[in-house]
């Protein structure tokens, strides 16, 4: 008798809504990293720096709390709640990065 080893069976819709939420957290994360950056005046490199932090930051946090330390229940791969979005986060960023920098200074 050969024993059966358990598959992962993903469902795609599940996979898509947990690939939107993670993009809804980082687009929302850098709203408001992007407003302290500017409204903290940093320009240049430090504001880049400011954000590559921060995404860290809150790939910790996804990782840590909705994931519960477990992403690959969530995920094809562990790695998406770490990379998942992070380009597509840098646009809103550094677009209220440079609305609230020109606004307040």
């Known amino acids: 008798m050969a024993t059966q080893t358990p598959q992962a069976s993903y469902v795609p819709e599940n996979i898509v809504y947990n690939s939107k939420k993670i993009t809804f957290i980082r687009s929302s994360m850098s709203a408001i990293t992007g407003s302290a950056a500017g409204i903290l005046g940093l320009t240049g490199y430090y504001g880049f720096i400011f954000y590559g932090i ?29 990379t998942e979005g992070v380009f597509g986060g840098l646009f809103s960023y550094v677009l209220f990065w440079t609305l609230l920098y020109g606004i307040v200074h």
């Not at 921060?54 to 770490?82: C, E, H, N």
């Open 54 to 82: 921060t995404s860290v930051f809150t790939s910790f946090l996804i990782w840590a709390v909705k994931t519960q330390a477990k992403p690959s229940l969530y995920f094809r791969t562990g790695s998406d709640v770490w």
